[in-house]
């Protein structure tokens, strides 16, 4: 039977767009390929994983900022920028406006995966041995990698130049596109069906995850909590000082407080947005199975970040391996602040969960690069997509 939730039916649009893709193994090489339906204020309508929420939203207002009122039917902007909101540099956002009527778009979808390479010292973006973000990898401003329904051949060949994997990381590019081409175009069919009956249905499937927070929430005592979580590196360094997630629950809304030490010399800090998108992954942990797709939780749990530090570091601070080493603690750390006011949920398992969901599982905890299986395996597809 077909899904009656907008929400559901959009995500599952965006995940039918993904999976029935003809690159079916560059896909798997690009997992997790998350995606999102925006409004025309740049305000998250549904995605396919909440626990992108607050950088998608920040990755869509800085291209958003960056080109202004410079849009038109067609075109597509991609950036890799960890200040706007993306994990490091081999993760590729890509931004699409969405017209009807007006002059303005009336709404934005956005893609974002993983490439294999972008340049830096090592293959994904995991390099244990950078001092500052450039050696990490390339670093593009917002860019439109399509005008008007035209492929920009200079923005493709500056993806490829910047690449020791430039099929892989150009095919990754052009699934992103068309992924937001799909978004697009499911918003374009639920608005022929009859105008203004998906913002509707949206907003009755935000109040449906509302209801189901609260329930959740319910087993929440009203005590305060402090947590000290240490942070588990792969590199050889000096002792890093705990973060600490102080955590209230008021009878309405989740109030989680982070602090931590400042930003690191070694490639463990988080972007910005990057710890907000963890304390996201991690209450949204006590829902599963089911992910949540509405931005609900935004309006239930208000976190606290200290910027700069290691938990948001602006350049030149290293962000490789920031959401596999300080992204745990803060993961761990909510989840056991959680479990002391009532939900418990097993920490172990909903951080493997969150590793092949949310951040692929290509990182070699024991070495701070990507496992040597996924290395081959992206040299080997490499070297045959390009022969071929």
Aim: contains cysteine; aromatic residues 6%; hydrophobic residues 45%.
């Amino acid at each position: 039977m077909p899904e009656s939730n907008p929400a559901a039916r959009l995500v599952a649009a965006i995940q039918g767009a993904i999976e029935q893709h003809p690159l079916g193994t560059t896909m798997k090489l690009a997992e997790p390929i998350n995606a999102g339906l925006f409004d025309g204020a740049g305000k998250p309508m549904v995605v396919t994983d909440a626990s992108f929420l607050a950088s998608s939203a920040g990755a869509l207002a800085a291209v958003r900022q960056f080109f202004g009122n410079r849009w038109r039917t067609g075109d597509v902007a991609i950036t890799n920028d960890a200040d706007a909101g993306a994990a490091n540099a081999c993760e590729m956002i890509v931004v699409a406006p969405i017209f009807a009527a007006g002059t303005a778009p009336a709404a934005w979808a956005l893609a974002r995966a993983r490439v294999p390479d972008f340049g830096g010292w090592e293959l994904g973006g995991y390099s244990p041995q950078a001092v500052d973000r450039w050696a990490e990898g390339a670093r593009i401003e917002p860019a439109k990698l399509v005008v008007g329904g035209a492929w920009r051949r200079e923005v493709g060949d500056m993806l490829r130049l910047n690449s020791r994997t430039p099929t892989l990381t150009l095919r990754i590019a052009m699934i992103l596109t068309e992924t937001a081409r799909s978004i697009a175009a499911s918003w374009h069919a639920a608005q022929g069906i009859e105008r203004g009956t998906i913002e509707a249905e949206i907003a009755a499937a935000v109040a449906s995850e509302s209801e189901k927070i609260d329930r959740a929430f319910k087993t929440l005592s009203r005590s305060k909590q402090r947590i000290e979580q240490p942070v588990r590196v792969p590199i050889p360094s000096e002792p890093i000082a705990p973060i600490t997630v102080a955590m209230r629950y008021d009878g309405v809304r989740l109030h989680v407080a982070l602090s931590g030490p400042a930003a690191s010399p070694l490639p463990i800090n988080l972007g910005r947005y990057g710890a907000q998108d963890i304390v996201i992954g991690a209450v949204s942990a006590g829902f599963a199975p089911r992910r949540l797709t509405t931005a609900a939780i935004l309006d239930r749990v208000v976190i606290e970040v200290p910027e700069p530090s290691l938990l948001a570091a602006p350049l030149p601070a290293t962000v490789g391996l920031g959401r596999e080493t300080t992204g745990q603690a803060v993961f761990r750390g909510v989840l056991a602040a959680l479990s002391a006011n009532g939900l418990y949920v097993d920490a172990d398992a909903a951080w493997q969960a969150y590793c092949r969901t949310a951040l692929g599982g290509r990182l070699d905890f024991s070495t701070g690069r990507l496992s040597a299986e996924m290395a081959a395996a992206i040299r080997n597809l490499e070297a045959a997509e390009a022969c071929g």
